[in-house]
């Protein structure tokens, strides 16, 4: 009996026992697999930094063309319906002014009591009113077909103007969508590159400019060594030499996306700026200048010309000779002159 009373405490010991094991051993099984934490990535140097900031500019700029050129063609297209308004409306007036005229011939053979003037000409026994009303009734014809002709001509157009108007007003929103879409890759793309260089100490950022000159001159130096300045003619047009003065005037100004003056500039307005000062427009944006512009050969530059910059033609400046260039370099850089070599050169254009 005595055994057979202590089992019940037996039991239940051992229940507790295992309770207390089942409750340890998720703890056995984190720590046993617990792995240590995998090391941090390493530091980018200062150069990859400089790198991926350049870069990141270069989207910026393209998107900057595209953000240009989409303002641009707003600009165009909303002119341009303006204009089909006013003749949409001068249309109007004018079918108005034909109702009108047909209103009163309407009226005018209602007075004669219905009878039109052919009837009343075959009636006549008066051999020279026969001749008069022969010869108002044809010029009566040829007015009433002429009017009937203004008419649907007048209306015609007035649906052309409309269709086009339409087709304009679509492609003005297409425009407003692209420029928004532009603006956002252009703010999207500054703030990681303001990110990186603000994530740097003061030396380290000190440090970046001085690499950023380096490159500058090693591609500055590399393009001497070519010998181009030995070809190159110092004479410039006097449209050139005007456009000219008018980039060097800005220096010391700052670089703002889509500004084209006169307070600050981007690189694509401060050479149309500068052209547009000695009587020249050229298009907005770089792309643009590279695409529409005459182009020269590398030999063949003079003072004045446009040199683009990289394969997508994201930069643009302008040669002042003895193997410099004015240019609008990018966001916190304000407009200066540099080596004309001193980035990768896609091609020459000239304006004049």
Known sequence: ???????????????????????????????????????PPPKKTLEEVRQEIDELYRQAAAATDAYNLAEERTERQSAEIVRLARMIEDGRKRIETLKAQAGAAARAQYRNGGIPESAQLVLTGDPQLF???AGRLREGAKATTDLIGDLSRVQDELGGYAKEAGDNWSKLESNRVKQA?????????????????GELAAEERERLRQLEEQARQRSQTQWLSS???????TEATPEARRAIGNALAQVGKPYVWGAEGPDSFDCSGLTQSAWAAAGKRIPRTSQEQWR??????PKDMRPGDLIVYFKDASHIAMYIGDGKMVHAPRPGRNVTVAGAGSMEILGIVRPN
Do not use: C, F, Y
């Open 131 to 133: 001749l008069d009303t």
């Open 292 to 297: 529409l512009l005459p182009r020269v050969a």
């Open 181 to 197: 879409q532009a603006k956002k890759d252009i703010n999207t793309r500054i703030e990681a590159a303001k990110k990186l260089e």
């Open 1 to 39: 009996m005595n055994r057979r009373r202590r089992r019940p405490h037996a039991a239940a010991a051992v229940t507790v026992a295992l309770a207390l094991a089942v409750l340890a051993s998720p703890v056995l099984t984190l720590q046993a697999s617990a792995a240590p934490l995998p090391p």
């Open 227 to 233: 010998g181009i300045l030995d070809r190159l003619t």
